[in-house]
């Protein structure tokens, strides 16, 4: 019973989360696209979208350091790592250019594949093949 | 630089970003979890972990999420790409790749990993924010236009 709340609890989550891209523009490739042109005509709507989001965002892992386990029990999976790594910097660093090529990141992407657009689906299929290519041949990133 | 205006929606954005900030703060003490999309689809791509149907299920909340916008509140998001196929296609290998090997994307480094302070995530977001500035001032200011 508790692994089919789960599972709602999950499709839910995913629900309320592509509601607050889309709500907040951020399924609009071209809105990030006139936030990172930074030296043109700026749009700086993905400040007040990343401002509401960690102010938010910070009580709620405020919270989750009274916690032991997670509510659906099982052990807490937070990363706990603090090493700067190349891996990190270098793949972040590749993960900016292709959001700036295209203005999809990974979660407003799979949304616009719900709304039909051709072209997220063709992103999300080449995004599906980047991340085997690197977990097939790039281990860095688990160490 | 001069701020656009016309295009600029600070009221959507702080609301949707709440939601958002809302979302992965209930994820993580529900399911124990960082709520990172990169990471969660990449974990569907290997099998022998064997929690496929709880990634799956989130996954499809996304798709859906536009369906019950727009029943529940008639919203339909605008949408203009202005990047062609080709550029699609290699936009979308260097975002995959890109949050693999960096270990999280907008998501899981920018929201979640700026809300618990994690030294990791401020240097990945300020490194995806860095290239994607400079990719965009390339794209439309050097090369000029529309790909």
Known sequence: MKKHFNLVSQYLIGVFFGMGLIISGMTNPQKILNFLDITGNWDPSLIFVMGGAVAVGLAGFYLLT????????????????????????????????GWGVAGFCPGPAIVSV??????????VLAMLIGMVICNRFFTAHKN | ??????????????LGGMILGLTAALYVNLHGRILGISGIVSGLLRREQGDQLWRLALVCGLMTAPFWASILFG?????IIDANWLSVICAGLMVGFGATYGSGCTSGHGI????????????????????????????????????
């Open chain 2, 112 to 147: 979640c990993g700026l809300s618990r302070l994690s030294p990791r995530s401020l240097v990945a977001t300020g490194a995806f924010m860095l290239s994607g500035f400079i990719t965009v001032f390339v794209i439309r200011h050097v090369l000029g236009g529309a790909q």
């Open chain 1, 114 to 123: 719900g709304l039909g657009q051709p072209k997220a689906l063709v992103f």
């Open chain 2, 75 to 79: 919203i339909t998001p605008l949408q």
């Open chain 2, 1 to 14: 630089m001069t701020i656009n205006w016309l295009d600029f929606t600070p009221g959507p954005a702080l």
């Open chain 1, 66 to 97: 009274k916690r032991s386990e997670a509510f659906f029990g099982g052990a807490l999976h937070v990363p706990k790592r603090r090493d700067i790594t190349k891996p990190l910097v270098i793949g972040s660093f590749l993960f900016g250019i």
